[in-house]
């Protein structure tokens, strides 16, 4: 197989987009002159923006010009222009395997999931999830198990960066928020747009917020969507010091250059957490109804909080009985943990985390 130009169909979450970057990697490094276009939603797009492995981006809309099914054969017509070679499918749904079906591209590869088999010239089956552990190595099967490489090794680290003018931008909105020169600053993403299972308590990170305050005299980002942005005030009333919100403030790449200013990052199993780690920021992750060992961060400078009950992980978007396996995540532990990570990677007010 020599194909020209690829298809790759991105996932929708900005979590599974980063853990599916080590896969389009792995694809580069297996066609290195061939053309890898992404097929992309417009709220995943920015992930993938100066990423290498990436020639081009196409941005499907399916709420706005992509919208019912005179936007979808629009859609499909643009791909037929393109005339692929070859179709990956990293997200899971029919609807990507009919889309590379309309498109007419000769080789679609993808998992056989959602009674899609027929849709797909390589219909691989799911390997069972003790075989491939984290889900990063979910999107490297994919490519394994159809010959496209060799057998990965497992994924220690997934790496993002930021643009130099996205750091300048991100030190201007800092300045002008009043947070200039070398803060210790400290981002608290309390969301998790999959369902109010995955989020701790609001009142726990109040209480830690103030106590990180108090022992790196630190300020206080807040980030997180337009949505959680109410997440983020019910913060702010109940904390003693003042926080910065930046939630629904940000683009994902300016989101992406905040985080980046930050030396340490508090957060739920959420997209926010996914970048942070792959920025190489130091990250405690609170975890609850979801598995820290496939959907964790992956970053040696990442540690990970939760309490095991009997019940997690059940991966509901909503707790069904008495959410105790968030509730058993205490402050003093995250706090305790916290400010042992930064001081075993040696974080200091004058030095960024991610040096």
Known sequence: M????????????V?????????????????????IVLVIKPWVAELYEHHPAADRLIVYDPEGQHRGPRGFWKFVETLRAERFDLAILFQNAFHAAWMAWCARIPVRIGYDLEA???????????????????QSNYYLQLLFRTGLIERPAPVERILLGVQHSEKLWATKQLKALGLGGPRFLVGFSPGAAFGPAKRWLL????????????????????????????LAESIAHMMQHTPTILS?????????????QCRLIITNDSGPMHLAAALGLPV??????????????????????KHPVSCSPCGLRECPIDFRCMKAVSVEEVHRIALGLIKELGVTHDRPASG
């Open 2 to 13: 020599n194909p020209g130009k690829i298809l790759v169909r991105g996932t929708n979450w």
């Open 15 to 35: 979590g599974d987009g980063v853990m599916s970057l080590p896969a389009l990697e792995a694809l580069r490094t297996r066609f290195p002159s061939a053309e």
């Open 116 to 134: 899609r088999g027929a849709l797909l010239t390589d219909s691989v089956p799911v390997p069972p999830p003790a075989l491939y552990g984290h």
């Open 203 to 230: 009142e726990r990170y109040a209480d830690l917020a103030d106590r990180l305050v108090g022992a790196l005299h630190a300020d206080v980002l807040i980030f997180g969507s337009r949505a959680e942005k109410q």
């Open 248 to 260: 629904g403030e940000t683009t994902l790449r300016q989101l992406m250059a905040l985080l980046a």
């Open 284 to 305: 405690v992750a609170v975890f609850g109804s979801t598995n820290e060992r496939s959907t964790g961060p992956v970053s040696p400078r990442a540690r990970v909080v």
